[in-house]
């Protein structure tokens, strides 16, 4: 069975104003987000297990958005620090933690964008397949499961990558608004693999340009991506991003 979630927001200064409306809409969990300065230092105060019991509600964790795994390893590991920093804060009470699949550095050449990890794959797959294996042991000695997302404008060589990941036996977050304004490739991937997932990131979205949208206000058919999320028993964060939004989002996405 999924549990159906809220991300944290942004209008909101403490978690527990996210726990009142995550009650108030009869939500499973929140996902936790650590590139707000108020959840690192509620985290760092020791307070967000107590709420969290006092409303019922369980928690998984956004990490930074920009942290890329695939990067010179001097970079990967002041992340790691931090990984490890926000995964024994939150050991008990995290049950997930998600991380970014980046695409790395770009030369734009006569207004076409060209990845360098893509012209050096051989040297990216390897340091980023250590570094995820490197962030999944931190998560497990916490008793947290580490998935990994989709972003968006990923590049063609993502469907390479996911091959390698998947070899590698991670696990997977599936974002289908930003599969949107990636022209679809993880969806497409599907077609011939299978990818554990074990969260969804569920916004409508359009023209592939938007995402983020309340269900409802773009052209994406949630209804399919909702089976699939029953079918591997996934967290389904609604991540829309106002109180608004959520009110309108979330009894559609219960209906389907």
């Given amino acids: 069975m999924i549990k159906i979630g809220m ?5 909101y200064d403490t978690i ?21 300065g108020y959840c690192r230092k509620e985290m760092e105060a020791k307070t967000v297990s ?35 920093r926000y995964a024994a804060l939150g050991e ?10 980046i695409p790395g550095p770009v030369v734009t050449i006569s207004g076409v964008k060209n990845y360098i990890y893509e012209k050096e794959y051989d040297e990216y797959i390897t340091r980023l397949v250590a570094n995820f ?7 497990n000695k916490h008793h947290i499961n580490m998935v990994i997302e989709n972003t968006d404008n990923i590049p063609a060589y993502t469907t390479r990558t996911y091959h390698d990941l998947l070899k590698n036996n991670f696990r997977f977050c599936y974002d289908i608004g930003h599969d949107h304004l990636s022209y679809d490739i993880v969806w497409n991937l599907l077609q011939d693999i299978t990818l554990p997932f074990d969260e969804f ?9 938007k995402c983020h949208l309340a269900l409802g206000e773009g052209t994406l058919d949630v209804a399919k991506f909702k089976r699939l999320a029953e079918k591997n028993n996934a967290y389904v964060v609604l991540e829309v991003k106002k109180s ?3 009110d309108v989002s979330v009894p559609k996405f219960k209906e389907m």
């Fill in 7 to 11: 991300p944290q927001l942004y209008e």
């Fill in 16 to 36: 527990e104003d996210n726990l009142k409306l995550a009650k108030k809409l009869g939500l499973d969990f929140i996902e936790l987000n650590l590139n707000f």
């Fill in 50 to 84: 107590d709420l969290l019991k006092k409303y019922d509600i369980e928690a998984t964790l956004h990490f930074y958005d920009e942290a890329d795994m695939g990067s010179y390893q001097e970079v990967v590991d002041a992340y790691l620090v931090h990984l490890e």
């Fill in 92 to 101: 008990g009470y995290i049950h997930q933690i998600n991380m970014h699949l």
């Fill in 133 to 139: 294996k490197k962030a999944e042991a931190i998560c």
């Fill in 201 to 209: 990131h569920v916004h409508d979205a359009r023209d592939r340009k």
């Fill in 244 to 246: 608004d939004d959520l």
